[in-house]
C-alpha cells in the first residue's frame, strides 16, 4: 500500500512539474504574442502618419497641375499599398486576438489543474499521516501482545 502511494505521489510530482514546464511555454507564447500586437499597433501608427505624410505632399502638388496628374496615380498606389497594409495588419491583430483568447483558456486550464493536484497532495499527505497513525498503532499492539506473552510464560 505505502509503495503504491509513493508510486503515485511520485507520478503525480511529475504530471505537476509537467504542467508546471507547459504552463511557462504557454506565458511564454502569451508574450510573445502581446509582443507581436504592439508590433502591429506600431506598424498601423507608421501607417498613418506615411498616410497623412502623402496627402499633405498630395496637397503642395495640387498648384501644379501637370505634376498633380503625375502624382495622383503615384498616391493612388500608395494609398492602396497603405490599404492593403492596414488590412493585413487588422487581419494579424484579429488573428492575434484569437490566439490570445486561446492563451488565456490554456492558462485558465493549467490553474485548474495545478489546483486539482494540490488538493490530490493534500490527500496523499493525510494518507500517509493515517499509514503512519496505523503503523504505531500496530507496533504499540505487537509490543503490548510481546509483554503478554512474555507474562503468560512467567505465569507457567
Same mark, same amino acid.
Given at each position: 500500500?505505502?509503495?503504491?502511494?509513493?508510486?503515485?505521489?511520485?507520478?503525480?510530482?511529475q504530471?505537476?512539474?509537467?504542467?508546471?514546464?507547459?504552463?511557462?511555454?504557454?506565458?511564454?507564447?502569451?508574450?510573445?504574442?502581446?509582443?507581436?500586437? $504592439?508590433?502591429? =499597433?506600431?506598424v /498601423?501608427?507608421? @501607417?498613418?502618419?506615411?498616410?497623412k505624410? +502623402?496627402?499633405?505632399?498630395?496637397?503642395? !502638388?495640387?498648384?501644379?497641375?501637370?505634376?498633380?496628374?503625375?502624382?495622383?496615380?503615384?498616391?493612388?498606389?500608395?494609398v492602396?499599398?497603405?490599404?492593403?497594409?492596414?488590412?493585413?495588419?487588422t487581419?494579424?491583430?484579429?488573428?492575434?486576438e484569437?490566439?490570445?483568447y486561446?492563451?488565456?483558456?490554456?492558462?485558465?486550464?493549467? $490553474?485548474e489543474? =495545478?489546483?486539482? /493536484?494540490?488538493? @490530490?497532495?493534500?490527500?496523499?499527505?493525510? +494518507?500517509?499521516?493515517?499509514?503512519?497513525? !496505523?503503523?504505531?498503532?500496530?507496533?504499540?499492539?505487537?509490543?503490548?501482545?510481546?509483554?503478554?506473552?512474555?507474562?503468560?510464560?512467567?505465569?507457567?
Open positions: 500500500g505505502y509503495t503504491e502511494l509513493k508510486s503515485a505521489h511520485e507520478a503525480l510530482r504530471r505537476l512539474s509537467a504542467s508546471q514546464l507547459e504552463c511557462s511555454a504557454g506565458k511564454h507564447r502569451l508574450n510573445q504574442v502581446s509582443a507581436s500586437r $504592439a508590433e502591429e =499597433r506600431r /498601423l501608427r507608421d @501607417v498613418t502618419i506615411r498616410s505624410e +502623402s496627402l499633405e505632399e498630395h496637397s503642395r !502638388l495640387s498648384i501644379d497641375m501637370a505634376g498633380v496628374r503625375a502624382f495622383e496615380g503615384q498616391t493612388t498606389q500608395m492602396n499599398w497603405l490599404m492593403s497594409l492596414a488590412y493585413d495588419a487581419a494579424r491583430s484579429a488573428a492575434l484569437k490566439q490570445l486561446a492563451l488565456q483558456s490554456e492558462q485558465l486550464l493549467w $490553474a489543474s =495545478r489546483s486539482l /493536484l494540490s488538493h @490530490v497532495s493534500c490527500a496523499l499527505h493525510a +494518507s500517509r499521516d493515517q499509514e503512519e497513525e !496505523l503503523t504505531r498503532r500496530v507496533v504499540s499492539q505487537d509490543a503490548a501482545l510481546t509483554d503478554l506473552k512474555h507474562a503468560q510464560q512467567q505465569a507457567l
